[in-house]
């Protein structure tokens, strides 16, 4: 099994549609959790850091940790064309050394 | 604020060949990574560097791969003699522990990196 487990997609939704993405993982010693969204031949951008269990809002973006579930979950609300992109969960213990997910590739379509 | 930069963008090699990726981090970063991305997966950490220290190399193949940051700035990785299974993206990216703003690491464009 691996640390971080995430569904490659591709998801296709239609624009302004509530985007949902998840991770799920086994090391219950992750403490920091971080969503980062990279475009095709970019490198990955930081979107979202959550220390611990609960949700996090940053504009269309919302963050949600459940450590008891070892799950966490991203939300695009009103999502746009320019939200597609491949994104990516991570995650770290103490020191930032964090373990990234596959990635799940979303495309949003006018 | 300059981002990380990186050269060369792509590089083509023959298999059994040799080659460097150069990395400059934002200024004042004193945490340097290097990740290895293959195509379809996330990226894996081959080494961590606080200032010129190494931190974590601990899936950094060292029979073909070394990296050095020397004076604590710049890095390169080498690959020496480079395989099939090399082909991927090499990303580095920078953090500074003293940005409590920006626990997240800043990543460079990359170099893509194909072995024939």
């Known amino acids: 099994q691996k640390e971080v487990e995430q569904d490659p997609g591709p998801l296709s939704v239609p624009e302004g549609a509530i985007v949902s993405l998840n991770c799920t993982y086994s090391?219950?010693?992750?403490?920091?959790f971080m969503w980062y969204r990279q475009y095709s031949r970019k490198g990955p951008e930081l979107l979202m850091y959550?220390?611990?269990?609960g949700n996090k809002e940053d504009g269309r973006f919302t963050a949600q940790v459940d450590k008891s579930s070892k799950y966490i979950s991203l939300f695009i609300r009103d999502s746009q064309p320019s939200d597609s992109a491949t994104y990516l969960c991570a995650m770290g213990r103490r020191s930032y050394i964090p373990t990234f997910g596959r990635g799940t590739s979303l495309i949003v379509h006018p | 604020e300059a981002g990380v930069a990186q050269s060369p963008r792509y590089k083509i090699i023959e298999k059994r060949q040799s080659v460097a990726f150069w990395c400059n981090p934002i200024s004042g970063h004193a945490t340097l990574y290097w990740y290895q991305q293959i195509l379809g997966q996330g990226p894996k950490l081959l080494i961590q560097?606080?200032?010129?220290?190494?931190?974590?190399d601990s899936q950094l193949p060292k029979d073909r791969f070394s990296a050095e940051r020397l004076k604590g700035v710049d890095s390169t990785l080498k690959i020496q003699p480079a395989k099939l299974e090399d082909s991927a993206v090499y990303l580095c990216a920078s953090s500074s522990p003293r940005d409590s703003s920006h626990l997240g690491a800043f990543f460079g464009q990359g170099t893509r990196l194909t072995v024939v």
């Open positions: 959550t220390y611990s269990s």
């Open positions: 090391n219950s010693a992750f403490q920091y």
């Open positions: 560097f606080q200032n010129n220290g190494v931190v974590d």
